[in-house]
């Protein structure tokens, strides 16, 4: 079964710190990957996308793939208490064609301290 | 960018009463849409896709006699909650693939909350 983990949290970092959120994946294959932002009662918003290894940056937002570990991860810099949400992993699973699913983790809580 | 509008936001019903929710696209064309559902404190669970002109597509466990799921054109899916029970009080959210090709990933609606009373 295809599968994306992430650490359920919560994570709790003081305000101006770096948050590091993780996420692996089974899908060797997989080849795109997101990191989406849900706030309580709120539906997720996509904060990055990635298909490449290596790092991505946008703002104060990194993403960071590694296909050979199967490891995917976003770092936010000078974390802010309006960053505190739940952040979603999603791998998009390719069946082929124009088939496919976007297959999301858990979801990792984060909690930025003033 | 694309949006994806979704409404209600809220809907309270009573216990045997069907609702209706719907999703549309705006601006762009969604030929495919997934509908999720989300207890609080849990993960999005993928319910079921609709497919623009054909039937949809269930995950296991999902009973599609009751979460009726109909795409009639390719700007609106809906999704009818029938003879709805207290234990179907969830978030429900849609989704449509942001662009041609679903692999850059999917907009939300704003998602609805149900509560069965």
């Known amino acids: 079964q295809k599968e994306v983990e992430q650490n359920s949290g919560p994570l709790s970092v003081p305000e101006g710190a770096i948050a590091s959120l993780n996420c692996t994946y089974s899908?060797?294959?997989?080849?795109?990957f997101f990191w989406y932002r849900q706030y309580s009662g709120k539906s997720p918003e996509l904060i990055m996308f990635i298909y490449s290894n290596g790092d991505k940056e946008d703002g104060r937002f990194t993403a960071q793939l590694n296909k050979a570990s199967q490891y995917v991860s976003l770092l936010i810099r000078d974390s802010q208490p309006s960053d505190s949400a739940t952040y979603l992993c999603?791998?998009?699973?390719?069946?082929?064609?124009?088939?496919?699913?976007?297959?999301f983790g858990k979801g990792t809580k984060l909690s930025v301290k003033p | 960018g694309a949006v994806v509008s979704q409404h209600p936001s809220r809907v309270i019903c009573k216990s045997g009463t069907s609702v209706k929710i719907e999703c549309r696209s705006l601006?762009?064309?969604?030929?495919?849409m997934f509908w999720y559902r989300q207890f609080p404190k849990q993960s999005l669970m993928l319910m079921a896709t609709?497919?623009?002109?054909?039937?949809?597509?269930?995950e296991q466990g999902v009973e599609k006699d009751k979460f009726l799921i109909n795409h009639a054109s390719l700007t609106l899916s809906t999704l009818t909650v029938t003879s709805a029970h207290p234990e179907d009080s969830s978030f429900y959210i849609c989704?449509?693939?942001?662009?041609?090709?679903?692999?850059?990933?999917?907009?939300f609606g704003s998602g609805t909350r149900l509560t069965v009373v």
């Open positions: 609709s497919n623009e002109g054909s039937k949809a597509t269930y």
């Open positions: 601006d762009f064309q969604a030929t495919t």
């Open positions: 989704s449509a693939p942001q662009y041609t090709q679903p692999s850059y990933g999917y907009t």
């Open positions: 899908d060797r294959g997989s080849q795109s």
């Open positions: 999603a791998v998009f699973m390719d069946y082929g064609g124009s088939q496919g699913n976007l297959i």
